[in-house]
């Protein structure tokens, strides 16, 4: 089998994927295999085998690029996740800003209220002399 799947490639033929590979190993050594029959890579009749090869193999491409479709999808998907992770990252780093200034600013008013009361006992206690 691994002899197959390493074999070099013929100008003008395609690579042949695994599962075509696991499908002619088992066939060639079982040719009447209840496993390829259940997974629908065996025909049940033996008769028309050139016919059912062509309706293996298309099931094979067409399940391959089903597979390579969700993998795209699944890729589309991984990156706008990682986009939104970083833009939450941002926010969140913004946000942390933002709080520290609103602080910062109540810390400042609060010390311009206790001048401003100070200045005032002053300027009272003046007057009341």
Do not use: I, W
């Not at 990682?82 to 109540?106: N, T």
């Amino acid at each position: 089998m691994e002899e197959k799947m390493t074999a070099p490639v013929q100008e003008g033929e395609e690579r042949k994927y695994s599962v075509s590979v696991v499908a002619e190993v088992l066939t060639k050594h079982r040719p009447s295999s209840k496993f390829l029959k259940n997974v629908g890579l065996q025909p049940n009749s033996t008769g028309k085998s050139s016919k059912s090869n062509a309706a293996v193999n298309a099931r094979v491409l067409d399940l391959q690029e089903q597979l390579e479709m969700s993998r795209q999808r699944s890729e589309v998907m991984r990156e706008e996740m990682d986009a939104m992770k970083r833009k939450a990252a941002e926010a969140e780093a913004a946000q942390a800003e933002r709080d520290k200034s609103y602080e910062l600013l109540l810390k400042k008013a609060e010390e311009n209220d206790a001048k401003y009361a100070q200045l005032m006992a002053l300027l009272g206690a003046k007057t009341g002399n």
